[in-house]
C-alpha cells in the first residue's frame, strides 16, 4: 500500500514533432490521437510489475 507521506515521483512524458508543419483541422485531431496512444504506449512500457500491483485498487 502507498504510503501518504511517502516519496513521490512525477513522470513527465513530452511528444512533439521534430520540426514545425502546418496541419489542417483533420489532420491536427488524427495527429493529437495518434500522440495520446504513443505517449500512453510509453506510459505502460515505464511501469514494472511491482509498481503495477502497488497501482492495483484495494476494493
Do not use: C, K
Not at 4 to 23: E, H, K, M, N, V
Request: hydrophobic letters at 45%.
Amino acid at each position: 500500500m502507498l504510503e501518504p507521506d511517502g516519496p513521490a515521483l512525477q513522470l513527465d512524458i513530452d511528444y512533439f514533432l521534430a520540426a514545425p508543419r502546418d496541419f489542417s483541422a483533420s489532420e491536427a485531431l488524427e495527429w493529437v490521437g495518434n500522440a495520446h496512444d504513443r505517449v500512453e504506449e510509453l506510459f505502460e512500457a515505464s511501469l514494472t510489475d511491482e509498481l503495477r500491483v502497488l497501482f492495483e485498487p484495494t476494493s
